[in-house]
């Protein structure tokens, strides 16, 4: 809205700089970040009066789990509005990117909003049948793809110019990366923290990505494909990691409010448009390697024990097995965060090894 009016009034001095990308993506972060503090403390408050229990916890789970017990859900919501009221301030409107990126965020956040409702309602983990959550989300992906998809080819990175050609299968393998990254990221968001700072690098890893995939001079110097107008998804990026440093300060261990499928959903189907906008969905499954691998944890468990009746791990997702294991929730918590910064530096390496 701010881009349309210093293009309509034609800003000049130091408002200008409101046409400028760059300004735009330090700003979207900050108002992301102020309206989540902001909203926070009261949004909690109401969580916690009107879900009384909170969110319920697995029996069979890491028994220092207990003690969360009473703790509100649902805290995704916070994100969300301070993300979209974010981007729809400083994102340019009239690029197909943000109403994609809305779509997505909004319609998994939904999505993942019911799951946490039923939840909360019947005091159970178990939400929406699987079947009908996947079904919702593979359509709101489908439209996102359909709305930012031009160019059907996928590019593999590290070689220059190097794609496959997937004609109208795009569209399906672009939804599955949307509808995968939600998923993994969702089954990442186990403790405190966990999820929240592998988003916050991942999207600031893909900023940097989508700026340059937007200007002509760096994709071509990069190697990369050119993306017109991606420069605004390193816009929507930001916002994200401002709204998810603002939920980061009430998830802090002892969490507050945990963000629940809302958050989680939300986020990672975020991250999977921005990438299928960007075309650079390889490198969304190297930079968010944390989150691929909870996913296959939990694959990898699920088809060995109804083959054999044998565990592979002591308990999926993967980040329950090293609990199980003795490591301290803090512990695992802040060695996979390290694990999210390496794996996002070998995401930004690919830009330069061609």
Same mark, same amino acid.
């Given at each position: 809205?701010?881009?349309?009016?210093?293009?309509?009034?034609?800003?000049?001095?130091?408002?200008?700089?409101?046409?400028?990308?760059?300004?735009?993506?330090?700003?979207?972060?900050?108002?992301?970040?102020?309206?989540?503090?902001?909203?926070?403390?009261?949004?909690?408050?109401?969580?916690?009066?009107?879900?009384?229990?909170?969110?319920?916890?697995?029996?069979?789970?890491?028994?220092?789990?207990?003690?969360?017990?009473?703790?509100?859900?649902?805290?995704?919501?916070?994100?969300?509005?301070?993300?979209?009221?974010?981007?729809?301030?400083?994102?340019?409107?009239?690029?197909?990117?943000?109403?994609?990126?809305?779509?997505?965020?909004?319609?998994?956040?939904?999505?993942?909003?019911?799951?946490?409702?039923?939840?909360?309602?019947?005091?159970?983990?178990?939400?929406?049948?699987?079947?009908?959550?996947?079904?919702?989300?593979?359509?709101?992906?489908?439209?996102?793809?359909?709305?930012?998809?031009?160019?059907?080819?996928?590019?593999?990175?590290?070689?220059?110019?190097?794609?496959?050609?997937?004609?109208?299968?795009?569209?399906?393998?672009?939804?599955?990366?949307?509808?995968?990254?939600?998923?993994?990221?969702?089954?990442?968001?186990?403790?405190?923290?966990?999820?929240?700072?592998?988003?916050?690098?991942?999207?600031?890893?893909?900023? +940097?990505? /989508?700026?340059? &995939?937007?200007?002509?001079?760096?994709?071509?110097?990069? @190697?990369?494909?050119? !993306?017109? $107008? #991606?420069?605004?998804?390193?816009?929507?990026?930001?916002?994200?990691?401002?709204?998810?440093?603002?939920?980061?300060?009430?998830?802090?261990?002892?969490?507050?409010?945990?963000?629940?499928?809302?958050?989680?959903?939300?986020?990672?189907?975020?991250?999977? +448009?921005? /990438?299928?906008? &960007?075309?650079?969905?390889?490198?969304?499954?190297?930079? @968010?390697?944390?989150? !691929?691998? $909870? #996913?296959?944890?939990?694959?990898?468990?699920?088809?060995?024990?109804?083959?054999?009746?044998?565990?592979?791990?002591?308990?999926?997702?993967?980040?329950?097995?090293?609990?199980?294991?003795?490591?301290?929730?803090?512990?695992?918590?802040?060695?996979?965060? +390290?694990?999210?910064?390496?794996?996002?530096?070998?995401?930004?390496?690919?830009?330069?090894?061609?």
């Amino acid at each position: 809205m701010l881009y349309f009016l210093a293009q309509l009034l034609k800003f000049e001095g130091f408002t200008n700089l409101i046409r400028y990308q760059t300004f735009r993506s330090g700003a979207a972060l900050m108002t992301a970040l102020v309206i989540g503090l902001i909203i926070g403390p009261r949004f909690i408050s109401m969580l916690r009066v009107r879900q009384g229990k909170g969110q319920p916890i697995r029996e069979d789970g890491p028994q220092s789990h207990l003690a969360k017990r009473g703790t509100p859900t649902m805290g995704g919501l916070m994100i969300v509005i301070a993300l979209t009221i974010s981007l729809l301030l400083w994102m340019d409107l009239s690029s197909r990117y943000v109403w994609a990126c809305l779509a997505v965020t909004m319609g998994f956040g939904v999505i993942g909003f019911l799951d946490d409702f039923d939840k909360v309602r019947k005091a159970s983990h178990k939400g929406v049948s699987g079947r009908v959550r996947l079904l919702g989300e593979f359509i709101v992906a489908g439209i996102a793809a359909w709305i930012v998809v031009t160019d059907t080819n996928l590019y593999v990175p590290v070689f220059s110019h190097l794609y496959i050609p997937l004609g109208p299968f795009y569209y399906v393998f672009a939804a599955f990366v949307i509808v995968g990254a939600g998923n993994a990221v969702n089954l990442t968001d186990g403790l405190d923290g966990l999820a929240t700072m592998p988003v916050i690098i991942a999207a600031g890893t893909f900023a +940097i990505i /989508a700026y340059l &995939a937007g200007r002509v001079d760096y994709a071509h110097y990069l @190697g990369i494909p050119h !993306v017109k $107008e #991606a420069g605004e998804l390193a816009i929507f990026c930001t916002a994200i990691m401002g709204a998810c440093l603002a939920f980061l300060w009430f998830n802090a261990p002892p969490a507050a409010v945990f963000m629940g499928d809302t958050g989680s959903l939300a986020l990672g189907g975020a991250l999977g +448009i921005v /990438a299928v906008a &960007a075309h650079h969905e390889i490198v969304l499954g190297i930079v @968010g390697g944390l989150f !691929v691998a $909870e #996913a296959l944890s939990v694959i990898i468990q699920v088809f060995v024990y109804k083959r054999t009746g044998k565990r592979v791990f002591r308990m999926a997702p993967i980040h329950h097995h090293f609990e199980q294991l003795g490591w301290k929730e803090s512990t695992v918590v802040i060695r996979f965060w +390290i694990v999210s910064i390496v794996l996002a530096l070998i995401g930004l390496a690919t830009l330069k090894v061609r």
